[in-house]
């Protein structure tokens, strides 16, 4: 099996989505979430089954994929985020929650933002979300390649503003949940499917498995 490596990401979007991300947390953890980071500095040392082999061990209540938009297009702007297609023994273990988890987190970053609602979109190509044990969502916080939205992603008050509706979004979802862990990853570029993996292999190379519901875990503090 050859593991197709990270694409990389829009220019600039390593360090906004893990200034993001780090905001994300402290609110997080103000709430009394756990939260585990795939990356704290530049750079992750793996792919992105790494990255979701790191949520899997955790038992994650949700894997959170933090990122920025560009287009060839300078005008594109706005939100989206983006879920795992259903796909027998690969995702349909994770479909559910998942989708459950876009829909709060894409209303909670509009909401907070008020940027263009570019809604959800469903995925079947990207490695984390297929080798995802946990519900697993990416929220596109922005174009990075839009003058406009560029600066507002680039300025701390409007990172802040994402953070915000990415925690509020976290906390609808994990609202019906007595046991809640947040795992965030803060990474870059798209996933393919390994090359020369059939869905029917699905994560058994190795898999990791959780007794029980896997995202029920550790209980936040009230």
Not at 14 to 25: F, G, N
Not at 53 to 60: E, K, L, T, V
Not at 82 to 97: E, F, K, N, Q, S
Not at 114 to 135: H, I, K, M, Q, Y
């Amino acid at each position: 099996m050859t593991k197709i490596k990270d694409g990389g990401g829009t220019a600039g979007e390593a360090e906004v989505v893990l200034a993001i991300a780090r905001r994300t947390r402290t609110l997080l953890l103000r709430h009394g979430y756990r939260v585990a980071m795939t990356r704290t500095g530049p750079t992750f040392r793996g792919g992105n089954i790494e990255r979701a082999q790191f949520c899997n061990r955790r038992g994650a209540a949700l894997m959170l994929r933090i990122h920025a938009d560009g287009s060839s297009d300078p005008s594109r702007r706005g939100i989206s985020t983006l879920y795992p297609a259903r796909r027998r023994g690969w995702t349909d273990d994770v479909y559910g929650p998942s989708l459950r988890a876009a829909r709060a987190i894409q209303h909670s970053l509009v909401a907070a933002t008020r940027a263009p609602n570019l809604g959800l979109v469903e995925r079947s190509d990207l490695t984390g979300f297929n080798w995802a044990d946990a519900p697993v969502i990416l929220a596109e916080t922005g174009f990075m390649t839009n003058p406009t939205e560029g600066r507002r992603l680039r300025s701390s008050t409007y990172q802040w503003r994402i953070a915000r509706g990415l925690t509020a979004g976290v906390a609808a979802f994990t609202a019906s949940t007595v046991n809640a862990q947040c795992t965030l990853s803060a990474c870059t570029g798209p996933g393919q499917l390994p090359a020369g993996t059939s869905s029917s292999r699905r994560k058994s190379l190795p898999r990791t498995t959780f007794p029980g519901p896997r995202w029920h875990r550790s209980c936040p503090r009230r």
